[in-house]
């Protein structure tokens, strides 16, 4: 095992700060987030979801963070070292999990490295000619030229995590972050200055209270779990990284600003243009690959949109995977491998491991009646990361400590008694129990 002095760290809070919004901020907020929030009673919806991230996000990633940072080590190691063999594979779960959606998170990674590079040439040409249905289908169903572009991602992931915590992660989220809000921010003065985009905003954020059930509030739970990259050993790893003297409540609390901030921004985004052209308000891989280049088709610079477009994906998919990337990579480094070999066995282990998903819409490859890249999906995102995330709220509530606990997440005396107790209370009790009510509820296999 590696002397934790010599473990690396992030040099500064705001490199973790936005190492850790860079992995929250994804295609769950830029694919999911707009439409849930759209089709479940839009501000209400919002309102909703907040009151969700403030009481039980903020929790359990504190929780993460917490834990990561007293272990100072991969999530396995940590919870060997804080509670004893028997909580090992808790950690190993969460790694196992960040291995299994890299290998499908790096599949659609391609897809987004290919339209990218499409936006140059010819997408926006054939999104005119109405022909975006048909690329997507014959993209899909080609293997080699996904698991092509699967490749390309994985190959830009691991550059980055080669080059270790500072000089890779640190450094190339310092520069992608502000470069996904500037992309972000042009597109939204596109989107709400087109004529007709105000059907747009008022289906995302007409307050429509009638449409919030008992089915909204775990809506937003199970989103905000899986936009926030709580449950799979990203977030503590990570935390395992940040200098002991930096405050973890209010980084925390930055980090998952950040990410609403992106999802809601990610909806003015879309709707203002879906709704200004007439297109049907999607999610997911229809709305990103064939509905948004026909939008660009009819806007004058569509090019350039385009590009813009898919650049903030881009950036969006690559810090998020460099974080999933680095779970499984820093097992190895504490064990004590060199990086660089480390980061190479596993990001092509996890390639090979997502030929499967890239296959799959080929019309190959099911689970049940689920594609095989949907199953590995539902495996990750509704089994293990709700399970691993409550257990991490339970190990801290429970396990841990409390004195220790206490001068841990209050280092710097930045959290008050009041505060502290009743954030023990949430992990104690509220969030495992909220968790649990998803899980049950939301599992269909
Ligand atoms: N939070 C990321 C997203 O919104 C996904 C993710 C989950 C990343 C778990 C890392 C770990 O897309």
Same mark, same amino acid.
């Given at each position: ?28 907020? =830029? ?46 190691? $940590? ?7 028997? @909580? ?22 391609? @897809? &987004? ?13 054939? *999104? ?28 830009? $992931? ?16 310092? &520069? ?22 105000? *059907?747009? &905003? ?14 909204? @509030? ?15 050993? %990203? ?46 308000? *999607? ?33 969006? *998919? ?26 190479? &066995? $596993? ?27 949907? %199953? ?64 049950? $509820?939301? =599992?269909? @296999?």
């Amino acid at each position: 095992m590696i002397d934790e002095k010599k473990r690396e760290s992030f040099g500064s809070r705001i490199g973790f700060v936005l190492a850790a919004a860079g992995s929250a901020v994804g295609l769950g907020n =830029l694919w999911k987030f707009p439409y849930i929030a759209g089709r479940n009673g839009g501000a209400a919806f919002l309102f909703i979801y907040i009151v969700i991230i403030v009481c039980i996000g903020i929790t359990a990633m504190m929780a993460e963070v917490l834990i990561g940072r007293m272990g100072r080590l991969n999530a396995a190691d $940590t919870f060997e070292k804080l509670g004893g063999k028997k @909580w090992k594979p808790v950690g190993l779960a969460g790694i196992l999990c960040t291995f299994i959606i890299l290998s499908y998170y790096s599949v659609i990674g391609g @897809w &987004i490295v290919k339209y990218f590079f499409m936006s140059f040439t010819d997408l926006i040409e054939q *999104a005119g000619a109405g022909k975006t249905g048909e690329i997507f289908g014959a993209f899909v169903s080609n293997p080699s030229q996904v698991i092509f572009y699967q490749g390309i991602f994985m190959l830009i $992931t691991a550059l980055v995590v080669l080059f270790g915590i500072k000089g890779g992660i640190e450094r190339s989220c310092k &520069i992608m972050m502000p470069m996904l809000f500037v992309a972000m921010l042009v597109l939204i003065i596109r989107a709400v200055t087109l004529p007709g985009a105000m *059907a747009g &905003i008022e289906f995302y954020l007409k307050p429509d209270f009638s449409k919030v059930t008992s089915e909204t @509030w775990l809506a937003a739970l199970g989103q905000g779990f899986f936009s926030l990259s709580l449950g799979a050993g %990203a977030i503590m790893i990570y935390g395992s990284y940040l200098p002991k003297t930096e405050n973890i409540v209010s980084s925390v609390k930055q980090i998952c600003f950040i990410d609403t901030a992106v999802a809601f921004l990610a909806g003015l985004m879309i709707f203002p243009a879906v709704f200004a052209f007439g297109a049907e308000p *999607a999610a997911g891989p229809g709305l990103t690959f064939i509905t948004v280049p026909t939008l660009f088709a009819k806007m004058s610079g569509g090019v350039v949109f385009a590009v813009i477009f898919f650049l903030l994906f881009f950036v969006a *998919a690559l810090t998020s995977s460099i974080s999933l990337l680095e779970c499984s990579t820093g097992y190895f480094v504490d064990h004590g491998m060199d990086r660089k070999l480390a980061t190479l &066995i $596993t990001a092509a282990l996890i390639f090979l491991t997502g030929i499967p998903s890239a296959y799959s819409l080929s019309g190959g490859l099911k689970i049940g009646s689920r594609d095989f890249i949907d %199953a590995a999906g539902y495996l990750t995102d509704s089994i293990m990361m709700p399970l691993c995330s409550m257990f991490c709220c339970i190990f801290v509530g429970w396990i841990l400590n409390r004195e220790l606990v206490k001068r841990e997440a209050t280092s710097d005396g930045k959290i008050g008694f009041g505060s502290f107790n009743i954030w023990m209370m949430m992990v104690k009790f509220v969030a495992p129990a909220a968790i649990l009510v998803i899980f049950f $509820t939301g =599992l269909k @296999w």
